[in-house]
């Protein structure tokens, strides 16, 4: 997976991993969070692509558009322990400039998060 220690790819690894010991067999898919070169070698390597990066010929390109059925679901899951969401840094909202900072650098592990109870 490309991007499998960013804020979106911890979970989708998670989550993958879950269907997979669900249908008793391994997954051949690539989802792509990161675009670029990674996604073009991806898109090379016979697996079936997905991506949220970028459109690329050979990738199935995938817009998230929320869903509330699937935020309880995945609440669900996460309060039952089969999805836990990693933290990456918290930031006070008065940094809510460095946050989104920190969201567009590499080499993330996990979510930012803004505390906007403090």
Same mark, same amino acid.
Do not use: C, N, W
């Given at each position: 997976?490309?991007?499998?220690?960013?804020?979106?790819?911890? @979970?989708?690894?998670?989550?993958?991993?879950?269907?997979?010991?669900?249908?008793?067999?391994? #997954?051949?898919?690539?989802?792509?969070? /990161?675009?670029?070169?990674?996604?073009?070698?991806?898109?090379? &390597?016979?697996?079936?692509?997905?991506?949220?990066?970028?459109?690329?010929?050979?990738? /199935?390109? =995938? /817009?998230?558009?929320?869903?509330?059925?699937? @935020?309880?679901? @995945?609440?669900?899951?996460?309060?039952?322990?089969?999805?836990?969401? #990693?933290?990456? &840094?918290? =930031?006070? @909202?008065?940094?809510?400039? #460095?946050? =989104?900072?920190?969201? &567009?650098?590499?080499?993330?592990?996990?979510?930012?998060?803004?505390? /906007?109870?403090?």
């Amino acid at each position: 997976m490309l991007g499998a220690t960013g804020g979106v790819g911890h @979970l989708a690894v998670q989550l993958a991993r879950g269907q997979s010991a669900a249908e008793g067999e391994p #997954a051949d898919l690539v989802f792509d969070t /990161v675009g670029g070169e990674r996604l073009r070698e991806a898109i090379g &390597s016979g697996a079936r692509v997905v991506t949220v990066a970028e459109e690329a010929e050979g990738a /199935v390109y =995938f /817009v998230v558009e929320p869903s509330r059925q699937q @935020l309880v679901e @995945l609440a669900e899951r996460a309060d039952a322990g089969e999805v836990k969401p #990693a933290i990456d &840094s918290v =930031f006070p @909202l008065e940094e809510a400039v #460095a946050a =989104f900072a920190r969201v &567009s650098e590499r080499g993330k592990r996990g979510k930012v998060v803004l505390d /906007v109870g403090g």
